[in-house]
Nanobody, 125 residues
């Protein structure tokens, strides 16, 4: 059974940093596209960042470019999201995602087959 388990969420003041991690299990994810989405109350799910299996290509949502960095470790089957210069509008539940069928790095939620349970990130002003 495939599992994605996020950790690292919490409460931080505006301008601060958090690092989210996602541990994948159940199969080998080294060839999978992995990434992060987020969803704030009353809003649609939003693409945050994605990374291909080789780490050669990363894509970021416009609202986080220059502040967030995604990385992965294919030996440990983990993907991380370093979040700097956090803003109150970054407050959301953050979801780790993975997909093994993509031929490109998708930015739509429907393109990702596996989802974690989510971790809450709250940024206070």
């Amino acid at each position: 059974q495939v599992q994605l388990v996020e950790s690292g969420g919490g409460l931080v003041q505006a301008g601060g940093s958090l690092r989210l991690s996602c541990a994948a299990s159940g199969r080998t994810f080294s060839r999978y596209v992995m990434g992060w989405f987020r969803q704030a109350p009353g809003k649609e799910r939003e693409f945050v960042a994605g990374i291909v299996w080789s780490s050669a290509v990363t894509v970021y949502g416009d609202s986080v470019k220059g502040r967030f960095t995604i990385s992965r470790d294919n030996v440990k089957n983990t993907v991380s999201l370093q979040m700097n210069s956090l803003k109150p509008e970054d407050t959301a539940v953050y979801y780790c995602v993975a997909d093994g069928t993509q031929t490109h790095l998708g930015v739509r939620a429907i393109e990702y087959h596996y989802w974690g349970q989510g971790t809450q990130v709250t940024v206070s002003s």
